[in-house]
Each structure stands twice: as C-alpha cells, then as structure tokens.
C-alpha cells in the first residue's frame, strides 16, 4: 500500500452532521410544493449536487417547474438550510474528528476539505477550523458531482500531494466510489453494509485508532 501523503475530508456528514439541516430545508421546500419528503429519501441525497437533489424530490413529488421557478426554489432551500446553520459552532464537530486533525497537524500531513457544499467555508468558519485546512474545495469549485472524482484530484492538487498518495474520508457511496476512481484510499464513516465498496470502514471517527493512522502514514 502507499504512504498517505496528503488527506481529504468530506464535510456534511464527516466534519459535522449537517443533513437534519438539509432534511428540514428539502422537507419544508417538497411541503410548500404539495407532498411529503422522507428521511429515507434524504439518504440518496448524500453527495449529491443541490441541482441534482431537487431534481429527484420533483422526480419524487411528481412536480415540475419552469427555469426560473427551479431557481427560486434553490435559493429559497439555501436559505433556510443557512437559517438552520446559524448557531453552529465548535461543538457541532462530530466525536472523534479533532483527535484525527490533531495528529495530521503533528505529524505535518496536509489535509483538505474536498465537498460538493457550497456553504462549506462559512460552517468551517462557524467551527472554528478554516484555518486549519490546507485547502478547501466545495462546490464553487467543481463542475462535476461525486462518484465523479473532480472535487478530489483538485484537492489533492492543492495540497501538492499525488492522487495515489491521499487517503479520503467519505459517508456517502458516491464519495467513496469517487475515492476509489481517483486512485486513493477511501475511508467510509457509516455503515459497513452501506459503504462496502470503501477500503476501510468506521462506524465514526471515534472508533479510529491513531495507530491506524500512523500505520498508513509511515508505511
């Protein structure tokens, strides 16, 4: 296995658990519009482009809408989920994240943020670690939506680490398969049965040991 050089974190999800938050915003938007949307369809939404996301609740409400009635609907959705954001602070970090951060800045490995939110940089500000990332890539930055790799071989550009050389932490299937198109290590937090496809999986960042960090780090 290669020495991991660089890492990559996802955000919502990995970082912090943000998808109450853009349950509630798709939850009330699908509301306004006529039907009910679903935790459970939440979950297919993880990864996934906000354009893309309200494409299937429409595909899902059987609902649809002009140009710029979609737009609206978008910018409307934001602003809620932002609403949802505003008390966010250090405590909203997930168990076990800052253990792992920590070790990467002893250890001098450079990390990046590689996220398909566009509200990435004003919830790392919220929690205090924007200025711990050597990068941050969200969804200003990309043009294509996981398991598209995009998001992470510019990251990996950013932090002047090769692609077979990171190591990405993902909770979604599509960012996982993203991973392992671009040729680095993938690490799914979540469910085993789930994330099957990552090379390695923790139930959190709670249960990662920093031996298993070192190991990758010095092999």
């Not at 993880?46 to 609206?72: C, P, Y």
């Not at 919830?123 to 990332?133: H, Q, R, V, W």
């Not at 990405?168 to 993203?178: H, L």
């Amino acid at each position: 296995m290669n020495k991991i050089k660089g890492v990559i974190f996802d955000l919502d999800g990995v970082i912090v658990d943000t998808a109450k938050f853009h349950f509630l915003a798709w939850k009330k938007l699908a509301n306004d519009l006529g039907f009910d949307f679903t935790e459970l369809q939440n979950e297919e939404l993880k990864g996934v482009s906000r354009v893309r996301s309200l494409e299937k609740i429409l595909e899902w409400g059987n609902t649809s809408l002009s140009k710029d009635e979609f737009a609206q609907k978008m910018a409307v959705k934001n602003d809620n989920y932002l609403s949802y954001l505003t008390n966010m602070n250090s405590a909203d970090i997930l168990p076990g994240v800052s253990k792992v951060i920590n070790f990467l800045m002893e250890e001098k490995v450079p990390f990046a943020l590689g996220s398909a939110s566009k509200n990435a940089r004003p919830i790392l500000e919220k929690t205090d670690l924007i200025n711990k990332f050597h990068a941050i890539v969200d969804g200003n930055d990309v043009s294509k939506a996981k398991p598209d790799p995009e998001v992470f071989i510019i990251a990996a550009e950013k932090i002047g680490v090769a692609q077979e050389n990171c190591l990405v932490f993902e909770d979604s299937v599509a960012g996982v398969q993203a991973a392992n198109i671009a040729g680095m290590i993938s690490v799914g937090i979540g469910e085993k049965e789930v994330l099957h496809e990552a090379d390695y999986v923790f139930s959190s960042f709670e249960e990662i040991e920093i031996d298993f960090l070192k190991k990758l780090v010095t092999t």
